[in-house]
């Protein structure tokens, strides 16, 4: 809690929270909790009691006003029509409304996976390389796409950001593509190799 919201009660300390200090800065401003489904509860009531009483109360400190600030929880489902899962009874008693966004279809996320992969192909072009992406490589990331867009660009980084970025210091001059290959038996693992007059091999990243 004190990461969040801060601590003022050891004298003459004032350990400032990223809630607490994005308060105090810009009062009139948006917070946004993603992920609220995941919050522990303690967290979720603490929430509550700011949108109640429209302040802060920081543990040994003054009250910090939050009545013009503006608080957005995001949340994933178990399908549509189904309610969000908070551990708070307390923060759902006091939400004013809540959105409920569609999933995204099959061609949504092909197109939101072009989207990623454009730019991976705009950083390696950094470096003066290209990418060649096996169809299964393609086919597993889209896969993972369906468990949500977060999901889809966690798949990204671990199948393709942390990997190439990885190897890059390993490449000779002469190495001008990336190649992204599926491991034999592991569909979420890939085989970054980078190929050119001097191709080297590497083993699956996981």
């Known amino acids: ?10 004298r003459g300390v004032r350990r ?3 809630i ?3 308060l105090r800065r810009a009062p009139w401003g948006v917070i946004c909790l993603d992920g609220a489904d995941r919050a522990e509860p303690d967290v979720l009531d603490k929430f509550a009691e700011i949108i109640r009483t429209g302040q802060l109360r920081v543990e040994g400190g003054l009250p910090i006003s939050a009545t013009n600030a503006v608080l957005v929880f995001s949340c994933q489902t178990t399908g549509p029509g189904a309610e969000p899962e908070f551990s708070s009874e307390k923060l759902r008693a006091v939400i004013d409304a809540e959105v409920a966004f569609d999933f995204l279809t099959k061609s949504e996320l092909a197109e939101l996976l072009e989207f990623h992969l454009d730019k991976v192909w705009e950083e ?3 470096f003066g390389l290209e990418m060649e992406m096996e169809p299964e490589v393609h086919a597993a990331l889209l896969k993972t796409g369906f468990d949500g867009a977060r999901a889809l660009e966690r798949s990204i980084d671990a199948m393709l950001m942390r990997p190439i970025m990885d190897k890059l210091p390993e490449r000779s001059p002469e190495d001008t593509t990336v190649k992204i290959q599926s491991a034999p038996g592991t569909p979420n693992e890939s085989m970054v190799s980078v190929v050119g007059n001097n191709s080297q091999t590497f083993h699956p990243y996981t």
């Open 20 to 22: 607490s200090g994005q």
């Open 124 to 126: 390696l072009g950094t």
């Open 1 to 10: 809690l004190e990461e969040l919201f801060g601590d003022s009660s050891r």
């Open 16 to 18: 400032e929270g990223v």
